[in-house]
């Protein structure tokens, strides 16, 4: 079950997934923010964010 660390982490992967892409969109092809800075911010978000808001499990709780 996702808890509210979870859910906060893949809001921000998401986050991160759509500032990546406008970056990645705009200006011409030769632009350096579409070349280099976007792709680093789509694996940060692919590869480490997204995945550690799914995998992370957190503190088990007792009942």
Partial sequence: MLNKKNIILVAIGVLLLV???I???SGPA???V???VAPLI???A???II???ILFG???QDK
């Fill in 51 to 53: 995945p550690l808001g």
């Fill in 19 to 21: 500032i990546g892409f």
């Fill in 58 to 60: 957190g503190k088990k």
């Fill in 46 to 48: 692919y590869v480490v």
């Fill in 23 to 25: 970056c990645l969109a």
């Fill in 34 to 36: 579409s070349l280099t």
């Fill in 42 to 44: 789509l694996v940060l």
């Fill in 30 to 32: 030769d632009n350096p």
